[in-house]
């Protein structure tokens, strides 16, 4: 379903493309079933949340990440996590991405069963486009927020 176009286009590198911005629209409007965190470990304790997989009830998920140089967020594809968790562990020796059940987390718990209006991204003024920096996941009542940490990966919030 994804296919990775910015080899051929010339998106700027703070912004999504376009690719990336229909994927999440596809996701408007439905039920969220679970949520997956994918940590990156370091001295056997979490150092940062490098992913996120929201599975939907129409049987697709959405991951999305940080990289791994943390500069921006992207929709990625299943196959790309597995591939930077082998070629990790591979380097290291031992498992460094681990996946943990987040949807009993107090932030997901309110949305998990619920319908997602849709993703909210910032508008770039200067191209139309829509920075990579952060995003929020509209449930209605509920939102949550995506970002990029200050340190390295991502960081989730509730949405005011």
Known sequence: ????????????????HQWEVETMESFDHQTLELVNY???RKDNQVAFLFAIELYFA??????????EDSEAISVIKPESLVKTAQKLQDL???????RISAGIQPIWREVVGTEMLG?????????????????VFDFGENQVLL?????EGLEVGVYE
Not at 1 to 16: H, I, K, Q, R, V
Not at 58 to 67: A, N, R, V
Not at 119 to 135: Q, W
Not at 147 to 151: D, P, R, V
Request: aromatic residues 6%.
């Open 147 to 151: 970002e990029l940490s200050e340190k």
């Open 92 to 98: 290291h020796g031992k498992a460094l991405i681990q």
């Open 58 to 67: 129409h049987g697709e998920t959405l991951l999305i990440s940080s990289g």
């Open 119 to 135: 993703v909210r991204l910032s508008p770039e003024e200067s191209n139309g486009l829509y920075l990579n920096d952060a995003l």
């Open 1 to 16: 379903m994804l296919e990775n176009s910015a080899s051929s286009d010339s998106t700027p590198a703070g912004c999504f």
């Open 38 to 40: 994918y940590v990156w």
